[in-house]
């Protein structure tokens, strides 16, 4: 009975992990994050709700794994060239200050957060609130990256100076409170006052490190990391597990072995491909469990009936937002008094290392599990809200960047996966297709979302004000009419109209109208042709990851500049540099010059990125 009861639960939570981001998606709760709504869930089959799982072997197993991988991202997750300048030269803000010096502000504002938390822990004691001003400082210190990260991206400010600081401000506290957190437990758990034994643990992490720098490019390893031997994902997990293992025989806790190892790996710079494999494996499997069962684990009701606990979550609910404001007042020097307050905002949130914090110190017996589970909750109470008040409080002329709107007329098996492919933080794609021609009507409803008009004349398209687009692809089922509308189109003033027909005369026509043509019957023979002479330029032109881009240099700021100067550190490789008739192949010397057009391959992440930076220019 044991054992059925134990697959049963190990079921159950499987299950919850699976449907919560498909109710998120249905209920379209997006803006709760969705490890946030599997601890929710947690809470739902848990001790707190139907009481549905129990505790057992696997699912500790599984919960533990979870967690250890979930430091090991949160490692792999800071990028250390956020750290360098790369020689980037003094702009000038919007507001005609010019931008402060990132790393600097970063590492005074996370100095100043510590010393207020320090001081506000010491008033939680003095309170009779909690006992440890220590533990107290690192939990209010502490700042979430696994919310500011894609918080920043969503509002596409990532790459700029207020973005740039904030998220320094995070990689730096998670840097500092997790090796803090090393040492709260050297100091206070058993065999205490072993500080120096952590030591082993930072030179075997060095010793390692050098190691697979040394062979990472190794002719031997390169040919092993295809096909199923995959080495490079082998030696990623032998190094979470031997850093782990050396983490627990010096005292310390294993999830500080896993976060070293994730460092390692940051500090390599393995490519995107692997990264993306891991955070897969991470957040598809082990971590979800580990989240539902921090739910599972909490009881909600016995905190809630618990005076002292309900006066302590407005308290840190309170603490969290104060060491965070105080010290980011900061930056009130270069901005505003909403930007500053809504990256104060942003700072706030936190989750691993709280949890992490928490359950070590309820299991070295310094804190109740009341309290364990008080500071648990506030965690995700910072996560659901202050992202949402980030959102609200960020100036929007601050946070909107340009974006390219590609209307299509005519939805079909070419045009519905392109839009689909399209849509991003830089591209918004719109679908327009008469309602008596459009098919698959339940399946492309649910899909894609089509703007219906009752025809394609143009006394129709002008009512529904189609061609108010930056780009505009005509694709009907009739190829007179999309050369009539491409012309028109053309007149109205769409910088560029790309159009379908096959009619060789058609197509001169359009071509001499400076009109962009495309035919299926030569695509096709064109792709055929290289697929056979030339596969792996195909594979570039057909893979999202590695596809090659055209991006128009329009930023004046970047006129001269080489690009061993250029301060763009992304994924992104210079191809092709064409200025005028010229062709230039790019190298560190080579000058950047005002309508360049620049031919690049990279993560379509940081191409969007970079096409906004030399393209979109408000301040040039």
């Known amino acids: ?106 590492m005074l504002i996370f100095t100043g957060i510590f010393f207020v938390s320090l001081g506000l822990s010491y008033m939680f004691v003095l309170a009779g609130l909690i006992d440890n001003a220590f533990l107290m400082t690192l939990i209010i210190s502490t700042i979430s990256l696994g919310v500011v990260v894609p918080t920043l991206k969503e509002a596409h400010i990532m790459k700029s100076n207020i973005g740039q600081i904030i998220l320094l401000v995070a990689v730096i506290a998670d840097l500092v409170t997790m090796i803090l957190l090393a040492v709260f437990v050297s100091l206070y758990g058993e065999g205490h006052g072993n500080m120096w034994l952590l030591l082993l643990l930072f030179g075997a992490g060095v010793l390692l490190y050098f190691l697979a720098k040394r062979y990472k490019n190794n002719a031997l390893m390169k040919t092993l990391s295809t096909g199923t031997t995959q080495i490079g994902t082998r030696a990623i997990f032998t190094l979470i597990i031997l850093l782990v293992a050396v983490s627990e025989s010096v005292g310390a806790e294993n999830i500080l072995g896993a976060f070293l190892a994730g460092v390692l790996v940051s500090l390599l710079s393995p490519n995107q491909e692997m990264v993306h494999r891991l955070d897969s494996f991470g957040y598809g499997f082990l971590i979800p469990i580990f989240f539902v069962m ?109 974006q390219i709107k590609v209307s299509f007329l005519g939805a079909n098996q070419m045009t519905l996966p392109v839009s689909r492919e399209l849509k991003s933080s830089l591209y918004v794609p719109v679908l327009y297709h008469t309602k008596q021609e459009k098919s698959n009507r339940s399946i492309s409803d649910s899909l894609f979302e089509i ?124 191809v092709r540099i064409f200025r005028g008739k010229d062709s230039i192949v790019p190298h560190g010397d080579t000058e950047l010059h005002m309508n360049d057009r620049l031919i690049v391959t990279g993560s379509k992440e940081y191409v969007d990125e970079l096409k906004r930076e030399l393209e979109f220019c408000e301040y040039c």
């Not at 606990?309 to 407005?314: D, K, T, Y």
Request: overall charge negative; proline content about 4%; glycine content about 4%.
């Open 294 to 402: 921090v739910g599972v684990e909490l009881e909600l009701w016995s905190l809630l009936s618990d005076p002292k606990m309900l006066i302590l979550i407005p308290l840190l609910m309170l603490a969290f937002l104060l060491s965070k404001l105080l010290p980011v007042f900061l930056l009130r020097k270069w901005y505003d008094n909403k930007t500053t307050i809504a990256s104060a905002f942003l700072l706030t949130s936190t989750l691993s290392l709280v949890i992490a914090a928490a359950k070590i110190a309820e299991r070295m017996g310094i804190i109740t599990a009341q309290m364990s589970g008080t500071l648990i909750l506030v965690a995700v109470i910072t996560c659901l809200v202050t992202p949402i008040v980030f959102k609200k409080l960020f100036p929007k002329e601050a946070s909107e960047e340009k």
């Open 1 to 106: 009975m044991e054992h059925g009861a134990s697959v049963a639960s190990l079921v159950i939570v499987i299950l919850a992990a699976f449907i919560t981001p498909i109710l998120l998606h249905r209920l379209k709760l997006n803006f709760i994050p969705v490890v946030i709504a599997e601890i929710i869930v947690g809470l739902i089959i848990g001790r707190s709700g139907f009481d549905l799982v129990h505790q057992d072997m696997w699912l500790e197993t599984l919960s533990t794994l979870g967690f250890i991988f979930l430091m090991f991202l949160s490692g792999l997750e800071i990028d250390f060239t956020a750290f360098s300048s790369n020689g980037k030269k003094k702009q000038i803000l919007p507001n005609g200050k010019p931008e402060p010096n990132r790393l600097k502000v970063s």
């Open 451 to 574: 703007n219906e008009i009752e025809n394609f004349s143009l006394k129709t398209i002008e009512e529904h004000k189609v061609f108010e687009t930056d780009i505009i692809v005509i694709s009907t089922g009739d190829e007179e009419q999309n050369a009539t509308l491409a012309i028109a189109a053309k007149e109205y003033g769409i910088e560029r109209v790309i159009v379908r027909v096959e009619s060789p005369d058609l197509e001169e026509m359009l071509r001499e109208n400076e009109i962009e043509v495309f035919s299926v019957m030569l695509s096709t023979k064109a792709l055929l042709k290289a697929l056979i002479e030339s596969p792996s330029v195909m594979n570039i032109f057909t893979n999202q990851e590695t596809s090659l881009y055209e991006i128009k240099m329009m930023n004046i700021q970047f006129e001269g500049m080489t690009l061993r100067e250029f301060p763009f550190t992304g994924d992104v490789i210079f």
